[in-house]
Every structure is written in C-alpha cells, then in structure tokens.
C-alpha cells in the first residue's frame, strides 16, 4: 500500500486547511486510516482516525476544530482544520492500517503563521 498525501501549506491564525490522503494498492475492508502530526523537537501525536464503518476518534487539542472524514469509494481520507493555531504547525503525516500492518504517507507540512 502507498500512501499519498497533499493539501499542506501555510496560513494564517484562525484559517483553515484540508489535508487528503488517497491509498493505493490492496486495500482490504476493515482498515483505518488517520492522521498524525510531528512538531519540532516534539514526539510523532495521533490527531484523528475513521474507521471503515464510520466511526473517529480524535485528539482532544483538536476537538471541534478539525473534522476527518473518508472515501470509500476512492480509498481516500480528508482533514478539513479549521480555526488553525500556531501551535498546530507540523508534519502532518497520514496512516493506513490494516491486517496488523501499518503505512505511512510521506507527510505535509503545515505552517500557521501570521
């Protein structure tokens, strides 16, 4: 499975963004797809995963700002952010998981600055 990502850039404080992230290969029902986000100097942070069947879990700095949802149909998954902070700049990088394994895109970076 490869994973391509796109949709980073920089943007102002109170701005928005999407994020998309399409797999390619062999996909099997069942999988999960989401993003992380690695900031300088800073560990590799879950932000938002969906399940196949729908169902997210997102980070709690990112509740009610960011939004993740998916493609089925084209096995792609989306980050809509919204109301970005500074403190939300980083790496993004998306994750494919499925059958016990995982895959990661390449990451996007994201710069919230004025």
């Known amino acids: 499975v490869q994973l391509q990502a796109s949709g980073g850039g920089l943007v102002q404080p109170g701005g928005s963004l999407r994020l998309s992230c399409a797999a390619l290969g062999s996909i099997f029902s069942g999988n999960i797809m989401g993003w992380y986000r690695q900031a300088p100097g800073k560990q590799r942070e879950l932000v938002a995963i969906q399940l196949s069947n729908g169902a997210t879990n997102y980070a709690d700095f990112v509740k009610g700002r960011f939004t ?4 089925n149909a084209k096995n792609t998954v989306y980050l809509q952010m919204n109301s970005l902070k500074p ?11 499925q059958r016990g394994l995982d895959y990661w895109g390449q990451g996007t970076l994201v710069t919230v600055s004025s």
Do not use: N, P, Q
């Open 68 to 71: 993740i949802s998916r493609d």
């Open 87 to 97: 403190e939300d700049t980083a790496v993004y990088y998306c994750k494919f998981m």
